[in-house]
């Protein structure tokens, strides 16, 4: 099963040196076997004594990492979608993308995407879940992006990024943290501790973060917003991407942690009301459009919307309409995509408003779009596929009970209504979609380009997959046994049996059908004169405004954010610097006891030494106030000769004689400063200005009295100095212990302590060797 | 056998002083500088090979038993980024020429950069504080030199205050190496840790170690402190940008995490709570910074900072989760940040300019740059499968199996945001129409800066996918991290 | 006395803030050489002061005042010089190219 999972991955590394070739023959017929190798395969798992199997390869085994993959029913029936629909995406771009596009990136892109959807929808492990997750975005990315030199492109490619990606994220916290409670990183464990989950203290944040991932994977609201502008990608994309699979994803996901949230209301709850929701929402927002494919784009919405709340309904019958769906939208979706495809090919335009009487021109592509249409709307018909999962879906919108609280049963004594609202728009935008574009008065002058027929192969994957359209609705059973009980088995965990038939009787569900249909041709006939209502709901008001107005802000408000302190002034870094350092320690002092004055254990004080203490002191503060360079090297000259007069006095003779001759150095470097630097000048700052200065000095240097005094006086333990001055004669062969030190005991020191000054020099040097270089030239 | 462990600080050391005698010799310089970091590479290998087979090698410098005189430890972690130190260094010497203008190598460019090593490398080895600061200031004052190196206006105003930081917090360390003293009598890291572990009524040690959490800070650039960072890193050259960006940071919060495992985990209630909110902080605000600027150099260079915010997650989380997370991200970022300083590098030579809003269509010219830069803002984001994506998902475990909801999710927006501020870079820069008056003739030096770079990122891929011949390390790490005994034994009972 | 040395080093470290928080080059680094001192006493208090004869072994003599503190401050001081010759330089240079001893006049911004 490796091999079908990577087999286009291994493609795409080869596909750039295969588009070489593509002025010989366009590189898409090269490929083309792969994904129909991979279809075959799956293929071959067909069959009502399917059994779910597994076949595992190690990876990162440490951490539990597996490429794992596990293929029951619901898998399989995505695995046939991905290759099938896939090899057909192929097919179609060979008549779609001239060979003068850029090929190979295109199906390398494609081909990457290929391999990671066929990753998620496979991997038990979830962490490979996850990666693979994230490489279908990043390809939708890329995909998206392919035109790039389009700035719409390049908005909408960002647009699905960060949408998708932030999903992913949430996703990876959700898979992270069931880990956590479960100890597993294999879904079929966690199946397994489905309870332990259920019960753990983490319920509520998994089922958010997984939500979040699934939302804005499959476009759900709020997050669909991402879906319109991907449409800027290549309609081979928009066609597999974009309505058959990768936002599929999020489906895939919420059915297979059924098996594990099934039956809790919250979950009941939010995805009923989120995917009914994004329904109406979508095929409100559809009627609106003007751009073929963006029709298609808000279609795509509310049918995942509708697949949404069926999963979340839960009932046996809600879930096996909701895989039955999933085949059924990617059979009559991915059609229409193409159609619309070959109309923008073969006209020059996607503007409804500019099309219009091409069934004359394109009868085939008509014909073509008929079924799909009319499919997706679920007219009643017995060789349209659409209908059927409609009608179940109104079905198990009616048959929600066994969920208990006020909010739930509101809930779900509202949804059949609003599933017939959603089904309403539906309707009329697929009547919209096809008596738009292929009947009503031809509009020669708007179009750039004499509209013809497509070519026959181009036309193929349109058919094959009308034909599926027709086939499904036909012979459903054809698809019954071997494939959709299965996946509705897998996802519900206990056997699903369903007889897919056209004819009920007299039913609720009929009505609501039929209800569907008639005032759905009602506001169709209608649509120019209630069309006024988008301009109140919803009006200026979108959630695109939302996500632009976000991230204006974001590289705006950062901008503010930063400049505010990053502003270049050294006094303020070291001014938020000091306060930062000056009250977290002082609180952590404060808070564990740390002050320590309880004086133990100190020298006598003397005066001599206080006196110098003293003029130290006033030397330093004069430092602050002194405005004569002369002035300014005496007093720092007062400080340091001071300090070497207390090395003297505290037994340091070493230090003191280093101290004298730094000091001495340091004076005379000075000295030659001082005469190139301006005069110091007076200090000009406001008394606010000053206020601060003094407040974060004096502050810090009480920080530093308090923990020196209390440090001293917690003496834990005896300092190791004993041990020098026992052994430095004896092992050391100096008198002088300090020196002992330096040059053994702490050699290493002193041997770094001179490539620092060494470094310094060499520093100092090319400062001023460099400039003068220049200054040469 | 045990002298093993010092040649890693010595091997560079000697580079540095070769190469000081011989400037104008550019092609000599050139080669005795890769001679020497190859040298470096496969003897840091080695070592690396040899510790982990056989434990922690230490040197007692001069034969003085701990803790009197100063031991060099070469443990786990530290050859670990020893080696990582090594693989730098040495795509630095090859990316070197063709960045660098000759004035500018011939004024010690070599000299300085192997006495930074050197620094850097003995910070990773010493096992003593005040040998610490003294590593400290030798890689600062070889930052000082490279930092100038060819002195413009602006570089010498940024080098300035950069100076100033680094002067102000190695005096702070001095000074808290002194109240340590007082208070525990020794300067041994492991004797610190042995005799901590044994302290009563520990109050002032917490003030203590926070004091010198923050010395650690101000070089780690975490938040509050690291608002000397951003501007200094940008004005040198590139290649200096990515060891500094690589190299000096991670110095400050592998000392951190050093400090804070061996040494000071008396009172984790109250630093490493401190620690987390930090790390919240300097992974927003550091992100914050990526995108407040259109300067593609400093966009990478604010990317350090939420880095650093992630490896003070795992150490404020202090679980074995945690710290692996830390090692594991801290390995990962060294490499991936000089991988794109390089781009970054190659980038502005290509398009002539730092600045994004003048960029354009540069995939159509230089389609490699292109996509190497595409991988490395995945890589620092922490996509799957490459090396942050281990980091991060032991972080996040981390903190999750603590319930540090705050803590992830802001894990989580700061990665968003990290791959947000990168792709801009690839987005605007690389994609749309090409922009004109791009500089001419430049493909030659643009491919001589793009294979050092792609080298790195080939590395930072392998540490993802091929986690598992890395994770067991970065286990062992982590355990002798939070096991302190071995370390202690290692040192003191030699 | 240690207490009184303690108070000194901190008068020393909050003049030398106080001066780093100022514009003049000057001003700042006679705030680093200050605050290099308040370092070193900072050191030699910590490890008591005044306990015994300079630590040069003299026959007879066994109370010598702690010599590791000496060592370590012998090098920071070194270490110190090094870096401070070098801020002098750097600031020098700065002042040359860039007209100014003044740090706010220096703070740049973000277009360049």
């Not at chain 1, 039913?507 to 008639?518: D, E, H, K, N």
């Not at chain 3, 750097?90 to 006049?105: G, I, P, V």
Request: proline letters at 3%; charged letters at 10%; aromatic letters at 14%.
């Amino acid at each position: 099963m490796i091999y079908a999972v990577f087999a286009p991955l291994l493609f795409a590394i080869v596909i750039p040196f295969l588009s070489r070739m593509k002025h010989k023959i366009h590189t898409g017929w090269l490929i083309l076997p792969v994904p129909l190798l991979v279809f075959i395969y799956f293929v071959s798992f067909v069959g009502s004594g399917f059994e779910s199997q597994v076949s595992s390869y190690s990876w990162i085994p440490s951490l539990d990492i597996s490429l794992s993959f596990h293929l029951d029913g619901l898998s399989l029936l995505f695995a046939l979608l991905i290759s099938g629909i896939g090899s057909l995406v192929v097919l179609y771009s060979i008549y779609y993308l001239d060979r003068e596009e850029r090929l190979g990136h295109f199906y390398t892109y494609l081909y990457i995407f290929m391999t990671a959807m066929l990753g998620v929808v496979l991997s038990d492990n979830v962490f490979a879940l996850y990666a693979f997750w994230e490489f279908t975005s990043l390809s939708s990315f890329l995909l998206i992006g392919y035109w790039h030199f389009k700035e719409r492109s390049r908005y909408g490619a960002i647009k699905s990024l960060l949408i998708t990606v932030s999903g992913g994220f949430s996703l990876l916290a959700g898979l992270i943290s069931l880990t956590v409670v479960t100890g597993t990183t294999s879904i079929r464990e966690m199946v397994g501790q489905a309870d332990v989950i259920l019960e753990s203290s983490f319920f509520p944040l998994i089922l958010i973060f997984l939500l979040l991932g699934a939302f804005t994977k499959s476009a759900q609201f709020p997050f669909h917003i991402w879906l319109p502008d991907a449409m800027e990608a290549p309609t081979p994309v928009s066609a597999y991407l974009h309505s058959a699979t990768m936002v599929k994803a999020g489906i895939y996901l919420m059915a297979r942690f059924s098996a594990i949230f099934g039956g809790e209301p919250s979950f009941f709850m939010l995805l009923s009301l989120f995917g009914i929701i994004t329904l109406v929402c979508g095929s409100y927002m559809a009627v609106r459009q003007t751009d073929l494919k963006a029709i298609l784009a808000y279609s795509t919405i509310s049918q995942l919307g509708m697949i949404m709340a069926m999963l979340g309904f839960g009932t046996d019958i809600a879930i096996f309409a909701a895989v039955f769906h999933i085949l059924n939208h990617a059979t009559f979706k991915g059609s229409l995509f193409m159609i619309a495809g070959i109309v923008d090919h073969e006209t020059g335009t996607r503007d409804i408003r500019k099309l219009g009487g091409l069934m004359t021109f394109m009868p085939m592509s008509a014909t073509l779009a008929l079924f799909g249409t009319f499919s997706m709307a679920g007219v009643p018909m017995p060789f349209l596929n659409g209908f059927y999962s409609k009608e179940m879906f109104f079905d198990a919108s009616l048959q929600l009970s066994g969920y208990a609280g006020t909010f739930v049963e509101v809930l779900a004594a509202v949804l059949p209504y609003l599933a017939v609202i959603g089904s309403i728009f539906t309707f009329v935008y697929s009547m919209y979609l096809f008596f738009g574009t292929f009947r009503g008065k031809y509009k020669e002058e708007q179009l750039p380009v004499k509209p013809h027929e497509a070519p026959f192969m181009m036309l193929l994957s349109p058919i094959i997959l009308v034909v599926g359209v027709i086939v499904i609705g036909l012979f459903p059973s054809l698809f019954n046994n071997g494939l959709l009980t299965h996946a509705a088995d897998a996802v519900f965990g206990a056997e699903v049996t369903k007889e897919i038939s056209f004819w009920h009787g007299f039913i609720p569900p009929l009505y609501m059908s039929l209800a569907v249909v008639a005032l759905g041709t009602v506001l169709y006939l209608t649509k120019t004169s209630w069309e006024k209502v988008y301009t109140i709901i919803p009006g200026n008001f979108s959630f695109n405004r939302i996500y632009d107005w976000g991230v204006n802000q974001l590289e705006a408000a950062s901008n503010r954010i930063t400049f505010t302190y990053m502003n270049g002034s050294l006094r303020l870094y070291m001014i938020l610097l000091l306060a930062s350092v000056t009250t977290i320690t002082g609180t952590v002092l404060f808070i564990s006891d740390g002050i320590n004055f309880e004086v133990s254990d100190v020298a006598p004080v003397t005066v001599h030494e206080v006196l110098i203490a003293i003029v130290m002191a006033i030397a330093a503060v004069a430092t602050i106030f002194v405005t004569n360079r002369i002035a300014a090297i005496l007093v720092v000259g007062v400080v340091g000769y001071g300090l070497a007069i207390l090395f003297v006095l505290y037994s340091a003779p070493d230090l003191a004689l280093t101290q004298l001759i730094v000091e001495t150095v340091t004076v005379a470097l000075f000295l030659l400063c001082f005469y190139h630097l301006p005069n110091l000048t007076k200090r000009t700052e406001s008394i606010a200005h000053r206020g601060m200065n003094a407040l974060i000095s004096v502050g810090f240097g009480a920080l530093m009295l308090v923990i020196s005094i209390s440090a001293y006086n917690s003496q834990f333990f005896s300092t190791i100095s004993d041990y020098f001055t026992e052994n430095a004669y004896k092992l050391g062969g100096g008198d002088n212990i300090v020196n002992v030190i330096l040059v053994d005991f702490r050699g290493m020191d002193t041997l770094f302590e001179v490539s620092v000054l060494f470094g310094a020099g060499l520093a100092i040097y090319s400062l001023i060797r460099l400039r003068k270089n220049k200054g040469a030239k | 056998m045990s002298n093993l462990a010092v040649l890693p600080i010595v091997i560079p050391l000697i580079a540095s002083v070769i190469s000081a005698f011989i400037p104008k010799k550019l092609g000599l310089s050139r080669f005795i500088a890769k001679l020497f970091a190859i040298i470096f590479l496969v003897y840091a290998g080695y070592l690396a090979w040899v510790v982990f087979t056989d434990g922690i090698i230490v040197m007692q410098a001069s034969g003085w038993a701990a803790p009197f005189g100063i031991s060099i430890v070469a443990d786990y972690l530290s050859v670990t980024l020893v080696l990582i130190t090594s693989i730098l260094t040495t795509a630095a010497v090859f990316y070197a020429p063709s960045s660098l203008s000759q004035l500018q190598e011939s004024y010690y460019f070599y000299t300085f950069m192997f006495l930074m090593i050197s620094g850097v490398v003995g910070a990773f080895l010493t096992g003593d504080l005040f040998n610490l600061f003294v590593f400290f200031e030798v890689l600062l004052m070889a930052s000082y030199g490279l930092i100038v190196l060819g002195g413009g206006k602006v570089q010498l105003r940024e080098s300035l205050k950069y100076v100033l930081f680094n002067v102000f917090s190695s005096m702070l360390f001095v000074t808290t190496i002194g109240f340590i003293y007082a208070s525990v009598g020794t300067v041994n890291m492991a004797h610190l840790a042995e005799r901590i572990q044994e302290a009563e009524q520990a109050g002032i040690l917490t003030g203590l170690a926070v004091l010198l959490f923050f010395v650690f800070a101000i070089k780690a650039a975490i938040f509050p402190l690291y608002y000397w960072l951003p501007n200094s890193y940008i004005v040198p050259n590139p290649v200096v940008s990515a060891l500094f960006g690589a190299l000096l940071t991670k110095v400050g919060i592998y000392s951190i995490l050093r400090v804070f495992t061996l040494i000071f985990n008396h009172d984790i209630g109250i630093t490493h709570e401190i620690f987390t909110w930090l790390a919240i902080f300097t992974m927003l605000f550091g992100v914050i910074g990526a995108l407040s600027t259109q300067n593609v150099k400093l966009i990478v260079t604010y990317n350090i900072i939420p880095a650093i915010g992630f490896i003070l997650m795992g150490i404020s989380l202090y679980s074995s989760a945690g710290i692996e997370g830390s090692v594991y991200y801290l390995v990962h970022d060294m490499i991936i940040k000089a991988a794109l300083f390089f781009l970054v590098g190659a980038l502005v030579v290509a398009a002539g300019t730092d600045d994004l809003r003048k960029m354009g269509g540069l995939i159509t010219r230089y389609p490699v740059l292109g996509w190497l830069f595409f991988i490395g803002s995945l890589v620092l984001a922490g996509v799957p499968p490459f090396s942050g994506f281990i980091g991060k998902i032991l972080l996040l475990r981390g903190s999750l199996e603590q319930e540090e909801i705050l803590l992830t999710v802001a894990a989580l927006i700061t990665s968003l945001l990290i791959l947000y501020s990168m792709i801009r870079i690839f987005v605007r820069g690389f994609w749309g129409d090409t922009v004109e008056g791009l500089p001419e003739g430049q493909n030659k030096k643009v491919r001589h800066l793009t294979i050092p770079a792609a080298v790195l990122l080939a590395i930072s891929i392998f540490i993802g996918i091929g986690a598992e011949f890395i994770y067991p390390h970065v286990e062992t790490i982590a355990n002798m991290l939070l096991d302190r005994a071995e370390y202690i034994n290692a040192v003191l009972r030699e | 006395m240690e207490i009184l040395m303690a108070i000194l080093a901190s008068i020393l470290f909050a003049t030398a803030i106080y001066n780093l928080l100022q514009k003049q080059f000057l001003r700042i680094i006679i705030g680093t050489v200050l605050l290099s001192h308040a370092a070193h006493l900072f050191l030699l208090t910590m490890g008591k002061l005044k306990r015994g004869n300079p630590p040069v072994l003299v026959e007879g003599v066994t109370n010598y005042a702690d010599p590791l503190p000496q060592a370590l401050i012998l090098t920071s001081i070194v270490i110190s010089f090094g870096v401070t010759s070098f801020l002098l330089v750097l600031a020098y240079r700065t002042y040359t190219l860039n007209k100014s001893d003044n740090m706010d006049e220096l703070r740049g911004s973000s277009d360049e």
